[in-house]
């Protein structure tokens, strides 16, 4: 904590001093606080509310090791354009010891920032952006009312984000713009109505990208663009290594394409456009695995990649559909659960809700080992067109409109052990044969249990 022993001591060593922050929410604190990171680097603020007018920039190569923390009850008011805070360092290598620059270890690892909240009261206002830094770590803060709530650019390493709020910034909550960063990790953390997204990569060079245990919700603008809680668009660049496992993924429906995860994976890397043989690479190996989806136009959205698994999760209320996979290879969908649950009636949709599953221009994937019921509203629960060397085997598809499985124009697959029925009252029934086949050749189609014929 900052105190007047403390400033005493600064002088009696020759520092100059400023004027110390004042905390009142009326006080332009900024300077103040400029200057303690300057001159001391480790801040811990006791309670108050510190407005600031223009964003406090941490020079870690002035600075060295650096860090603000409260005890929750300090308020950071941005009242400025850009960030509140941002950490600024040297760090051009990659995460391997031997690209480091000595003075990055010996003076600016780790910058931190714990225990606060950071209010926006500027339309152009954001929480924290992090350039350059190795390790920046940001653990209990809040941050709302921003533009984007934490903004990594240019080139960063190994962040880490535990035990934070990031809500109703009208942005993005954390934004990968078009950054260079491999090994990231969100956990713990609440990211919910941010306008423009929860989660979003776009372009840049991201690897190993981990969101794990998060409810992540409602980060869609109703009158706003398309956005999704999670959206990876490797579109003038690339990601790839991406694992997202125990979240909460959820609303809003009310949102123009809203999406719980959205994978773009046509990148325009150089380097790998040269290996891929096409206009845009294909990027991927994401896992999605253990995660709760809902209430959204469409809860999983794959296009133009490779790679990608989706394990173990629990799907409902996906409005025009639970999955969709377009122009996409290697594709794994196991174990999962696409449902339309009577309990939630209560929601008050009346059951406008689609659900579905579709593959479009598709190579070598599974569908294998899933329960889909309830899909209404489609001509097809599932529906696989133009697709090849599809393997489509021990799925449940249930009590659904239209067909249960159609195939259009599907080559070399296998479609083997499913169960295809509706079994509802005869007034709900689909008059549609369980199984529709539309052209294809060379597909081997037995053992299925079927209702209609």
Not at 31 to 42: E, I, K, R, W
Not at 105 to 116: A, F, H, K, L
Not at 137 to 163: F, G, K
Not at 234 to 248: D, N
Request: glycine letters at 10%; one cysteine or more; charged letters at 20%.
């Amino acid at each position: 904590m900052i105190t007047k022993t403390f400033l005493l001591l600064l002088a009696a060593a020759g520092m100059a001093v400023a004027q110390q922050p004042v905390g009142d929410g009326k006080t332009d604190d900024t300077a103040a606080l400029q200057h303690l990171f300057d001159t001391v680097g480790s801040v811990k603020l006791p309670k108050g509310t510190y407005l600031l007018t223009q964003t406090v920039k941490i020079d870690l190569s002035k600075t060295g090791f650096a860090a603000l923390s409260g005890d929750g009850t300090v308020r950071l008011i941005m009242a400025g354009e850009g960030p509140a805070l941002h950490f600024v360092g040297t760090h051009e290598g990659s995460a391997a010891p031997s690209s480091f620059k000595p003075e990055v270890w010996e003076s600016q690892r780790t910058p931190m920032v714990d225990g606060i909240e950071i209010v926006g009261a500027d339309d152009e206002a954001d929480g924290i952006e992090a350039t350059g830094t190795m390790q920046i770590t940001l653990s209990r803060v809040v941050i709302r009312e921003c533009r984007h709530a934490v903004h990594l650019s240019v080139r960063n390493r190994n962040v880490l984000i535990s035990a934070c709020h990031f809500y109703h910034n009208t942005g993005i909550g954390v934004f990968y713009d078009n950054v260079n960063l491999h090994q990231s990790n969100i956990v713990g953390s609440h990211i919910s109505y941010n306008g423009g997204g929860g989660v979003v990569s776009i372009g840049g060079n991201v690897r190993n990208l981990h969101i794990g245990t998060c409810d992540i919700e409602g980060n869609h603008a109703k009158d706003g663009p398309p956005s999704a809680n999670v959206m990876l668009d490797s579109r003038g660049g690339s990601i790839g290594e991406v694992a997202i496992t125990g979240c909460t993924l959820q609303h809003t429906n009310k949102s123009p394409d809203s999406a719980n995860i959205r994978i773009i994976g046509s990148g325009t890397d150089e380097s790998l456009l040269r290996r891929a043989g096409r206009d845009t690479t294909r990027e991927g190996n994401v896992t999605i695995s253990a995660n709760v989806f809902s209430d959204v136009q469409v809860n999983v959205e794959v296009q133009h990649s490779r790679g990608v698994t989706i394990t173990g999760n629990t799907f409902w209320e996906g409005f025009q559909h639970d999955l969709v996979v377009t122009d996409s290879d290697h594709v794994v969908v196991t174990g999962n659960n696409f449902d339309r649950n009577p309990r939630y009636l209560v929601n008050g949709n009346d059951n406008a809700e689609k659900n579905g599953i579709l593959f479009q221009r598709c190579t070598d994937s599974t569908l294998n080992s899933n329960v889909i019921s309830g899909v209404w509203k489609q001509r097809a629960a599932v529906d696989v067109e133009s697709c090849n060397r599809m393997q489509i085997s021990h799925n449940s598809v249930l009590d659904s409109d239209g067909a249960a499985l159609r195939l259009e124009q599907v080559t070399n697959s296998i479609v083997t052990g499913n169960i295809l029925r509706d079994d509802r009252e005869e007034a709900a029934r689909s008059k549609e044969p369980s199984l529709v086949i539309s052209g294809g050749k060379d597909n081997v189609i037995e053992q299925n249990v079927l209702g209609n014929k």
